[in-house]
């Protein structure tokens, strides 16, 4: 167990929809970190924030959006789904330094997002 | 740009016998090497990373890997197998504004 925790595990919704995921961090982590995997693009970085504020982004398509609470949870905003964005989003935390490239980063179990 | 390659989708050795994952990377400066395994239906975990000193980095679970500069590899690797190893392994280099995966070895470990 990584420490990371994610919500929901799995969602299923329909095109067009808005969906939020949620991420709670490693207990004294400041960086959150959110990763799309699907079969055909692989791992992608998406976006990461560092103490409530964005720190560098991959990745991430226009329709996609985060923030990172005051308490460091972060939550990932998809909105207009289409079938593409089925995928497996994972969140990850590591400590203190903001731009510590250094830093292992430490990953939740992941929610696994079908749309239909 | 950075990159990571893994140029094998699947590896595959008898329990015992040593491993190796192969990793080539491509950066403009010093590399930052991770080495990350995902077990089915799990997030995934961390192993080992090179950021600096020596080429040789031990990591979780009996793993290693070796950074070479001049080949630009960093391969993981494990002097003997456990059939509790077969997962996906990930290799991924990081800069301050990315973090680049490879596409995945999936290793599976024969009894």
């Known amino acids: 167990d990584s420490g990371v925790t994610q919500t929901p595990k799995h969602l299923i919704t329909a095109t067009g929809q808005r969906v939020t995921l949620r991420c709670s961090p490693r207990?004294?982590?400041?960086?959150v970190y959110w990763y799309q995997q699907s079969l055909d693009q692989g791992l992608q970085f998406l976006i990461q924030y560092y103490n409530g504020e964005e720190r560098a982004k991959g990745n991430i398509l226009e329709r996609f959006s985060a923030q990172q609470f005051p308490d460091l949870h972060s939550e990932l905003n998809l909105s207009s789904l289409e079938l593409g964005d089925s995928a497996l989003y994972f969140c990850?935390?590591?400590?203190?330094?903001?731009?510590?490239?250094?830093?292992?980063?430490?990953f939740g179990p992941g929610t696994r997002l079908l749309v239909l | 740009a950075q990159s990571v390659a893994q140029p094998e989708d699947q590896v595959n050795v008898a329990e015992g016998n040593p491993l190796t994952v192969k990793c080539t990377y491509s950066?403009?400066?010093?590399?930052?090497l991770f080495w990350y395994v995902q077990y089915p239906n799990r997030g995934l975990q961390f192993l080992l990373k090179y950021i600096t000193g020596d080429n040789l980095v031990k990591g979780s679970y009996g793993f290693e890997a070796e950074f070479n500069k001049s080949q630009t590899s960093f391969h993981l690797k494990k002097p003997s197998a456990l059939v509790s190893d077969s997962a996906l392994y990930f290799c991924?280099?990081?800069?301050?504004?990315?973090?680049?995966f490879g596409a995945g070895t999936r290793l599976t470990v024969k009894p």
């Open positions: 991924a280099v990081r800069d301050v504004n990315d973090m680049r």
């Open positions: 990850a935390s590591s400590p203190r330094l903001a731009g510590g490239y250094q830093e292992t980063q430490y």
């Open positions: 207990s004294g982590d400041l960086s």
């Open positions: 950066v403009s400066g010093n590399p930052y």
